[in-house]
Every structure is written in structure tokens, then in C-alpha cells.
């Protein structure tokens, strides 16, 4: 059974670009979370998808846009990067359960540098 | 506004050096607490849940437990394997703590 998947592993951006971010969730779940982790910090919720509509967002700028597909994969869209958007990009992905979900599993993330 | 508190920031072991990690909240109407692991340059690892005070459990060496205000992470007789950063993160809203920065000494 394959855990989260995201791609790609690593990515050099230069600063005004655009990036898109992949996930494929854990077989089961159906519900996609975003964060994002600088170094040295707890990771940031960015924001969630469940039956491909973004439910919950944390504080981040409009620039960070997502999707959500049929199958449950997910991606995340950055606009407009700026040098401070270098970051480690997770992926998690649960199962919704009432009002709130189940346990995440975490993809390994996506190392994102702008320059 | 809700918070997940995590002490210390780093912890260093000497190996079979017993101690614990803590995680305090403030969050309305907790629905469970998560323990994660989280190795350097890669995605956290899935540790416990725990959803009602007075609940524990354990894994090997780790044993958590949960009040209605704060979290613990017991470690006994730690292993170098078991250096890594430890996060908590509240089920609501899946805030995280900053982490505590385990290093066992062999």
C-alpha cells in the first residue's frame, strides 16, 4: 500500500515564478492538507481539501492556491514567489470523520528553493 | 486564539537517560492531540493519538499521555535512533508546535 506520495522531491524556482506542487494521498483517505515548514519550525497549515473544495485555510496570502481532484490527488499552486516562500512543502492526507478527520499521514515533502 | 506550546525546544540524552517532552495547548474543545516524529529533510512520521484526558499510550520506548491542558512524551532508557525532532500537533485544526530537538548520546 503506497503512503502519500509528492512530487517532485526538490525544486529550484527563481523569484516572480510560478510552481505547482503534487500529492497523491494514502489509499483510503479522501481529504488533503497543505503545509508549509521553514527550517527549525513546526509545519503551517496552509490549507485543506475535502470532495475537491478547500475547507479550512491558514493564514497564508492568496498567492498559494489549490485543487483538488475526483481521485482525492491534490496540488498546491504558488504565484508569484518571493525568495522567503524556500521552504519544505508537506502534504497529509486523512480520512474525514465526523466534524473532524483522522490521524494525518505525511508524504516525505517537497523542497522548494527560490533564488 | 488557539496554540500549541512544545518544551524544551532541544533535549540532549545520554543514551538510557530517561525524560519527557511536553506539549501544552490552548485550544476550545479539544477532539485529540497527535505525536509526530520528524527526521531531518523529510515528512513526519505518525506517533500516537490521543483524544480524552487520562488517556495513554505506548510504542517501544515512547509513552504519551494527555490532561486537559497538556501533553506528554515519555521517553525510557532512549537510544540514539531516537534522536529527532518530536512535534505534537491539536486534531482541530492540525496546529503544530514548534518541536523538541531530541539528541541521544551513545
Known amino acids: 500500500d503506497a503512503g502519500v506520495t509528492q512530487s517532485p522531491t526538490h525544486l529550484i524556482k527563481t523569484r516572480g515564478q510560478q510552481v505547482t506542487l503534487r500529492c497523491s494521498p494514502k489509499s483510503g483517505h479522501d481529504t488533503v492538507s497543505w503545509y508549509q515548514q521553514a527550517l527549525g519550525q513546526g509545519p503551517q497549515f496552509i490549507f485543506q481539501y475535502y470532495e475537491e473544495e478547500e475547507r479550512q485555510r491558514g493564514n497564508f496570502p492568496d498567492r498559494f492556491s489549490g485543487h483538488q481532484f475526483p481521485n482525492y490527488s491534490s496540488e498546491l499552486n504558488v504565484n508569484a514567489l518571493l525568495l522567503g516562500d524556500s521552504a519544505l512543502y508537506l502534504c497529509?492526507?486523512?480520512?474525514?470523520?465526523?466534524?473532524?478527520?483522522?490521524?494525518?499521514?505525511f508524504g516525505q515533502g517537497t523542497r522548494l528553493t527560490v533564488v | 486564539e488557539d496554540q500549541v506550546t512544545q518544551s524544551p525546544e532541544a533535549l540532549r540524552l545520554q543514551e538510557g537517560e530517561s525524560s519527557s517532552l511536553n506539549c501544552s495547548y490552548t485550544v476550545s474543545g479539544l477532539r485529540g492531540l497527535f505525536w509526530y516524529r520528524q527526521d531531518p529533510g523529510k515528512g513526519p512520521e505518525f506517533l500516537f493519538t490521543l483524544y480524552s484526558a487520562g488517556e495513554e499510550k505506548e510504542k517501544e520506548r515512547l509513552k504519551a499521555t494527555l490532561t486537559k491542558k497538556e501533553s506528554f512524551l515519555h521517553i525510557t532508557a532512549p537510544k540514539p535512533e531516537d534522536s529527532a525532532t518530536y512535534l505534537c500537533a491539536v486534531f482541530n485544526k492540525f496546529y503544530f508546535g514548534s518541536g523538541t530537538k531530541l539528541n541521544v548520546k551513545p
Open positions: 497529509a492526507s486523512s480520512r474525514r470523520r465526523g466534524t473532524g478527520n483522522t490521524e494525518a499521514f
